[in-house]
């Protein structure tokens, strides 16, 4: 029966080949378009749920009004990070300092790899809620260690465990390797965070950062933060809108009026 069915429609399919061609072409690429609607729908619903808690992940901005012209950026002073946790710390479960994405050299039996990452406070890992395969989310307690993604793991030591070894840093300081965490999907923020290293040793290889006479007039890292689960964000972010004002010099006030907010990262 079925293969008089396909005999049947075969013949009609051969006597009008130029029409069965267009609807068959059209047909195909309607699917093929929808597909890729539905794929491309599914990954923007996507973004950024890797993180368990992606609705309470912030990023603090800073915004500046010039004269009646307000700017926004994401640079922040080092000492945000601190007052944030000192004066609303039951507003905020992590409040996190970062560098700005950089390009590091990791050093394994003299062979040098580049890879791309952050220095983060070490609770980074816990907001961020890193898949680990090995090691812990712990892992930046010391200075000297260092988070890798799955892929750079592999790239560096092969099939080796690579779990407290140890590479040697931009030429200069040992670093041991203490976690190995899931590749971070494409369709999130945090993406290229191929590697984690600790705010703490950013600190170190910056001294300056702590040796300023206005730390609240330099903005050279990134605030992250995560919402405490009992607070509402609006609210939080209109509680933190004066804190840089309140601690820059009175010069800096005449020029322009600073204000703090928290956006979704």
Known sequence: MLKNYFRVAWRNLSKNKAFSAINIGGLTIGMAVAML???????????????????????VMQHANYNG????????????GPALKEKYGSDFKYVIQSSWPTSFQLTHDRNPFRVQGLYMDKEAPEMLTLKMIA??????NDPYSILLS?????????????????VKLNRKDDVKVTGVYDDIPANCSFADLKGLLSWDLWVIHNPWSKAMEEPWGSNFCQTFAQVADNADIDKVSA??????MDNIGEEEKKIR???????HE
Do not use: C, M
């Open 37 to 59: 609607i539905g794929l491309w729908v599914n990954d923007e619903f996507a973004f950024n749920k890797y993180h368990n808690n992606y609705d309470r992940i912030v990023q």
């Open 69 to 80: 012209s307000i700017g926004t950026q994401t640079a922040n002073p080092a000492v945000l």
């Open 135 to 140: 090691g812990s989310r712990d892992g930046l």
């Open 150 to 166: 799955e892929s750079v793991a592999k790239s560096i030591f092969g099939n080796e465990n690579p779990i407290n070894k140890v």
């Open 239 to 244: 509680k933190i809108a004066n804190l840089k």
């Open 257 to 263: 009026v600073e204000s703090v907010s928290a956006s």
